[in-house]
C-alpha cells in the first residue's frame, strides 16, 4: 500500500525520546516541560464540584461563558487590550490545538511563514498541515551568560516577501526563556506596518516572567493586537499541562475563521475543567503570585549549578533556564544530553532540537535546556548527580 506522508521529516519528538531515555535509565528528568507537583488542592475540588454539579456535557463550542469572561477581564486589565467574549475570546484544547486551529484558518498553499528559531516543535508541522512554507530566522545567541538570545529584526525584515502571510512569535520564549523588550515590539510594529502580515503569538508562559516590565503581550499594542492570534494556557499558569485548556484571543473576523476549524478538530474543551478554571481565575493571585513562586526555583537551580561545571545563563522569563557544558565537552548538544542522561543520571533538553537543522554549527552553542518547575527534592538530587560530572 502506497502512503506519501504529510510529514515526511517529522518523527518521534525529542521530549517523547528523552523522557523515554529519563524513565530507561532511572534519570532525573529535567527535560520535558511539566511540573512534577500538584496543582491547587482548591481547584482541583473545583473540577469535582463541576462534575457533581452537572457539568459533564458540551459546552458551548467557543469555551464556557464565565470562563471566557475571565479570560477577557484578564487580559484588559493586564493590557489594555478590550476582547469581546462573544465573539474574539475560544477556548481551546491546550495551546498547540490554538496554534494548529490558527495554521489551518488563514494559511493558504503556497503562503511564507516567518518562524524565529529556535523554535518550539509544532509551529512548522502545523505550518506544512496548512499547505504553507516556513522560513526559518534565527536569533542572535549570547556571547555570555549574563545575556539571551535576541530577535534579529533586520533579518526578520529581510526574510519578508510579497508571499509572507505571518509571522510566529513565542514569548516568553522556549526554550531560551528571552523575553520581549519595547523596542523589540517597535521594531514588529514597524516591519509589518503597511502590509497584510498576521501574527501568531504564543503568550503561554506571560505570568511567568522575572523582569520589572512583567509581560509585553502584543495584545498591549492596538496595531499589532488588530493582526494577532494571541494564544496562552491555563497548562502553565494552573500547573496542569495534562488537563489541556488553552485560549486564543483574537479580532472578531480572526476569531471568526478560527472557529471554523476548531468546531472539526475538537468542537469543544472539556466542561469541568471550564468552569473550575473559571472561578479560580478570578481571583488574580493565582497567576500575579506565579513569578515569585518560580523565581525561588530557578534560583535555587541556577545556584546549584554553579557548584558543578555547568554554567548557568540569565533567565527573564518561563520555566526553563539554559546552562552552557562547553567546561565539560567539546560534543554537540544532542550527543551530550544522551551522554549526560546514561552515564550520569540528569536528563535535559539539548537546544539544537529546537532547530531546522539540528546537526549545524548555527543550532549548537553547547547549551542544554532545564525545567526547573520541579519539587526543591529533585532539583537538588539533580544537583548532586552533576557534581559528580
Not at 477581564?73 to 484544547?93: F, H, I, N, R
Not at 567546561?327 to 532547530?355: M, Q
Amino acid at each position: 500500500m502506497r502512503l506519501d506522508s504529510k510529514l515526511p521529516d517529522v518523527g518521534t519528538t525529542i521530549f517523547t525520546v528523552m523522557s523515554q531515555m529519563a524513565a530507561e535509565y532511572r534519570a532525573v528528568n529535567l527535560g520535558q516541560g511539566f511540573p512534577d507537583f500538584n496543582p491547587d488542592p482548591k481547584l482541583l475540588n473545583l473540577v469535582s464540584e463541576a462534575m457533581a454539579s452537572g457539568h459533564n456535557q458540551y459546552p458551548y463550542m467557543s469555551g464556557v461563558d464565565n470562563l471566557r469572561e475571565v479570560i477577557a477581564q484578564k487580559v484588559k486589565t493586564l493590557y489594555q487590550c478590550a476582547y469581546d467574549k462573544d465573539t474574539e475570546v475560544t477556548v481551546t484544547s491546550g495551546a498547540t490545538e490554538a496554534i494548529m486551529a490558527t495554521a489551518l484558518a488563514v494559511i493558504q498553499s503556497g503562503d511564507e511563514v516567518i518562524v524565529i528559531e529556535p523554535n518550539y516543535d509544532c509551529y512548522v508541522p502545523a505550518i506544512r498541515l496548512a499547505g504553507g512554507i516556513p522560513v526559518t530566522v534565527a536569533m542572535d545567541p549570547p556571547d555570555n551568560p549574563q545575556a539571551t538570545f535576541k530577535v534579529n529584526w533586520d533579518r526578520v525584515s529581510k526574510g519578508l516577501t510579497a508571499k509572507t502571510r505571518m509571522i510566529v512569535l513565542n514569548f516568553p520564549h522556549n526554550p531560551t526563556g528571552a523575553v520581549l523588550t519595547t523596542e523589540d515590539l517597535d521594531q514588529l510594529e514597524h516591519i509589518v506596518s503597511g502590509t497584510d502580515i498576521l501574527l501568531l503569538s504564543d503568550e503561554v508562559y506571560e505570568h511567568i516572567t522575572f523582569v520589572a516590565q512583567g509581560h509585553l503581550s502584543l495584545a498591549s499594542r492596538p496595531n499589532l493586537a488588530a493582526r494577532s492570534f494571541v494564544i496562552s494556557s491555563f497548562g502553565k499558569t494552573t500547573h496542569t499541562t495534562g488537563w489541556k485548556v488553552g485560549y486564543c484571543c483574537a479580532p472578531s473576523e480572526l476569531t471568526h475563521e478560527l472557529r471554523k476549524v476548531h468546531q472539526f478538530m475538537v468542537f469543544t474543551v472539556p466542561s469541568p475543567f471550564q468552569h473550575a478554571l473559571a472561578e479560580y481565575t478570578k481571583d488574580p493571585s493565582t497567576y500575579l503570585a506565579l513569578p515569585e513562586f518560580y523565581q525561588a526555583k530557578r534560583d535555587r537551580l541556577a545556584q546549584g549549578l554553579r557548584t558543578t561545571r555547568l554554567v548557568p545563563y540569565v533567565c527573564p522569563g518561563t520555566f526553563f533556564l539554559l546552562a552552557d557544558y562547553s567546561n565539560i565537552s567539546d560534543v554537540p548538544e544532542a550527543e551530550f544530553a544522551v551522554w549526560l542522561t546514561k552515564n550520569h543520571g540528569v536528563t535535559v533538553i539539548p537546544v539544537s532540537a529546537f532547530y531546522a537543522d539540528q546537526k549545524s554549527a548555527n543550532a549548537n552553542h553547547k547549551l542544554v535546556r532545564f525545567c526547573f518547575a520541579k519539587n526543591d527534592q529533585t532539583l537538588d538530587d539533580a544537583i548532586n548527580k552533576l557534581r559528580l560530572v
